[in-house]
């Protein structure tokens, strides 16, 4: 074995795999079956069911020792990764949602742009977009940008957890997924990545994205909320320079006032109200 392969073979065995699931045993096993047939083998696997009722848990005894299962009660998305992060060897970590699929190449591919980029802290690949079982374009907003993004996804998240590879040590750095979050807990990590590093983008698609089903959390309504606390949390944390902090609040007011006349429109007066005073508190702020 000559040099390069001897380097290919210790980087190979750097990767975890972190798969959290709950009541999606139907789709689990391929997301599984897409990991284990990859052609650079992870170092690892850890798939955490969230407190699942419909037979998850003798799915992933099943496959005996080539993945590591892990159980809890039912605790949310951010809290299961946030276990299997805990578990992890590897100093990369890739994501898996459990609905979604890797084509074969997509560990080799991210791999290999760190090997050629070993500034990199994180990257992401493409997107092969599946909506009810039709592959379907996303739209020009939707688009993966490539390096210091920070500003473009204050607005909407360009950031896919199935797509990502990261070195462990920058969540040392930036912190893990925040378990008070029952949605957009991955924007919310994102951004606290992306006011920091660049985030890269490969050329190449290697996840089949699915979506269309009634548990995708990213479908459900009255997202913006969670998104403003995120941003808010961002501009109390100290960690944004003038320039972000003043974008962060022009986003945040324009998301304050569209939620706020959405819950106006629901009857929601009371919720519509503070997130009016939220408006008013930073606007004095900036931007």
């Known amino acids: 074995m000559d040099t390069i392969e001897k380097a290919d073979e210790k980087i190979n ?7 959290p699931t709950y009541n999606r045993s139907l789709w689990v096993r391929e997301a599984i079956d ?32 080539r993945i590591v299962p892990l159980f809890q009660e039912n605790r949310g998305v951010s809290a299961a990764r946030n276990r299997g992060i805990g578990q992890t060897r590897g100093s990369f970590i ?16 991210q ?7 070993p500034e990199a802290m994180i990257c ?29 996804s204050l607005r909407l998240c360009l950031v896919s957890p199935s797509a990502v590879m990261i070195r462990r040590d920058l969540l040392d750095e930036v912190g893990l997924f925040d378990e008070t979050l029952p949605a957009c807990e991955d924007y919310d990590l994102w951004l606290r990545i992306a006011c920091r590093y660049p985030i890269y ?16 959390l990213s479908a459900a309504p009255g997202l913006d909320r969670f998104r403003i606390k995120s941003m808010e949390k961002l501009l109390k944390s100290g960690r944004l320079s003038e320039e972000q902090a003043r974008e962060t609040i022009g986003v945040l007011l324009e998301k304050c006032v569209i939620y706020a006349e959405g819950c106006r429109k629901r009857g929601r007066d009371g919720e519509a109200e503070y997130f009016d005073r939220l408006k008013c508190f930073w606007e004095k702020q900036g931007p």
């Open 13 to 19: 065995e750097t990767v975890s795999v972190v798969i």
């Open 34 to 65: 897409s990991v284990l047939a990859q052609t650079v083998p992870p170092l690892e696997i850890i798939v955490v069911d969230d407190g699942s009722t419909d037979g998850t848990r003798e799915l992933l005894l099943s496959y005996g020792n």
């Open 94 to 109: 890739a994501f898996l949602d459990s609905d979604d699929l890797w084509e074969k190449g997509k560990l080799a591919c």
């Open 111 to 117: 791999l290999d742009f760190f090997r050629k980029n």
């Open 124 to 152: 992401q690949t493409g997107e092969i977009w599946i909506r009810r079982g039709k592959r379907v374009n996303p739209m020009k907003k939707h688009a993966k940008l490539s390096g210091m993004i920070f500003e473009p």
């Open 201 to 216: 983008t490969t050329d190449e698609s290697h996840v089949i994205k699915r979506g269309g089903h009634d548990d995708q």
